[in-house]
């Protein structure tokens, strides 16, 4: 499954450089532009097809395979826990990662918080030794991740927002029009469970999507988004009493 997203997010990526878009992949295929948009959404091109987008790029799929191999080498989809710990252990420096990756300017990050110019540089230079970005002249910034990255399962960032973050996040009524709040209970099968964890895949590799196509907006068109997705099979603790 990571492989597939990786693929198709380098056949966007190409598609891109070589100045097509999904209407064009979309007359290529004989589909709907929606029809196209779902294919990616949900990764389920098929070998016919993705051999058809490739000849209107006019190169093979082994050098679209090439591609995302070569590029996966270079970008990185997760940290150390040593890593990860050094950023949980700074607060500033777990603010300038968190805003970097979603791509501020180091003009921005001064223009918002109280960081002068010699602290962002300290912070970009961290973020740089870990390679998670690569520090530019001019002080700008060139993004090092993986389309899959993403924190440590029960890592220090991940344990670091469930410590000290968890209960301000949830301090709303989620009742704001950018907010929603939905709790769901029910029985499923082992079954059952693995299609729902798959599609919650799915609906977060289309949150990086949006994520990356707002990317290009003007910073003051873009709002701080946090979505937290949790399944497990789990009992009320307030009815143990009653349980025999």
Not at 42 to 71: G, P, W, Y
Not at 79 to 91: N, S, T
Not at 102 to 126: K, S
Not at 131 to 160: C, H, M, S, T, Y
Request: overall charge neutral.
């Amino acid at each position: 499954m990571a492989q597939t997203a990786q693929l198709i997010d380098t056949l966007k990526r190409m598609l891109k450089s070589h100045g097509f878009s999904y209407a064009d992949v979309a007359k290529q295929l004989s589909l709907s532009q929606a029809s196209v948009k779902r294919l990616f959404s949900e990764q389920s091109f098929s070998l016919a097809r993705l051999d058809k987008v490739c000849q209107m790029m006019e190169i093979e799929i082994t050098d679209l395979v090439m591609d995302m191999n070569t590029h996966s080498r270079i970008m990185v989809s997760e940290l150390l826990h040593e890593q990860e710990q050094e950023i949980a252990d700074d607060v500033a420096l777990l603010l300038v990662t968190v805003c970097i990756l979603n791509r501020w300017t180091m003009e921005q990050l001064m223009d918002h918080f109280r960081l002068t110019e010699h602290q962002c540089i300290q912070h970009l230079a961290v973020l740089d030794r870990l390679k998670l970005i690569e520090l530019l002249p001019g002080n700008q910034v060139k993004l090092r991740i993986a389309p899959n990255f993403k924190w440590l399962d029960n890592g220090p960032i991940q344990q670091f927002f469930q410590q000290k973050i968890a209960a301000d996040f949830f301090d709303s009524k989620f009742t704001k029009q950018q907010e929603k709040l939905i709790v769901i209970n029910g029985m499923l099968s082992k079954a059952g469970m693995a299609i729902f964890q798959r599609k919650l895949t799915q609906l977060v590799h289309e949150f990086n999507e949006l994520n990356n196509d707002d990317a290009a907006l003007p910073l003051g068109q873009r709002m701080g988004t946090t979505v937290v997705l949790a399944t497990r099979s789990w009992q009320y603790g307030l009815f143990d009493s009653l349980r025999k």
